[in-house]
């Protein structure tokens, strides 16, 4: 019994926290905003203990600040935290990719190759769920090939935070212009992979990673 009672308090905090970073990713938790507890588990159905977790671990990746004695709200999102975030994506997916391209299989290459035509489907579509996990998919397929279960995680941590600035960000659907980069960014990364060309991949995703920064930082310009 008393297993059961954990599995079940175990998700519960799951729940919420599918819920609440939902929220906080497309916006209906605003950068700033006042997260209530009695709001939150009202909308989960759950009590306060399930939603004081998931705010923790919220809080562990960076999307909610709980402040002492005046409870949590929602991480602001500011140029320098962009800046940040992504200084430390490129250094460990470049890291990734790298140790990729040496061990990467056949098999994980053919996965890659299924996320990117369903990416680049997603994109044209306009289709912002599904573009937004299968740009993920595409991305952590490879860098899974680095056989690094501790520099896999701390990639996802960092994807889960600065994905609110593409939510913010980013147009649903691309322009022409935007979705011929995308496919030919992706393209070159994996080819480069493929290739078992660390070098040349390392060079392709951080031009990427650098041309994402590039159009964040002018979109949040345009915000202030």
């Not at 939150?40 to 960076?62: C, H, K, M, Q, T």
């Not at 909610?64 to 250094?91: C, F, H, W």
């Not at 990719?97 to 997603?122: F, G, N, P, R, S």
């Not at 041309?211 to 979109?219: D, K, L, P, Q, S």
Request: with cysteine; glycine share 4%.
């Amino acid at each position: 019994m008393p297993s059961t009672v954990t599995r079940d308090s175990v998700s519960l905090v799951e729940q919420v926290y599918d819920a609440t970073r939902r929220a906080i990713l497309e916006g209906r938790y605003r950068p700033g905003q006042r997260l209530r507890l009695q709001d939150i588990a009202v909308e989960n159905n759950v009590s306060f203990i399930p939603v004081r977790e998931a705010l923790r671990l919220l809080e562990a990746g960076r999307l909610v600040e709980i402040i002492p004695n005046k409870g949590a709200r929602v991480s602001d999102v500011s140029e320098a935290d962009m800046t940040d975030a992504y200084d430390l994506r490129v250094l460990l997916e470049c890291s990734a990719v790298e140790k990729a391209a040496k061990l990467i299989t056949k098999e994980e290459l053919a996965a890659a190759d299924q996320y990117y035509v369903e990416m680049v489907d997603a994109f044209t579509a306009g289709d912002v769920e599904k573009s937004s996990a299968t740009h993920r998919a595409f991305h952590l397929s490879l860098y899974r090939a680095a056989r690094s279960p501790w520099l896999i995680h701390v990639i996802e941590l960092l994807m889960s935070n600065t994905d609110r600035y593409r939510r913010l960000l980013t147009p649903a659907r691309p322009t022409n212009t935007h979705l011929s980069e995308i496919r030919r960014q992706h393209r070159e990364i994996l080819e480069a992979v493929r290739a078992g060309d660390p070098a040349g991949a390392s060079a392709a995703l951080r031009s990427h990673l650098d041309n994402t920064v590039a159009r964040y930082r002018a979109g949040l310009a345009e915000r202030t």
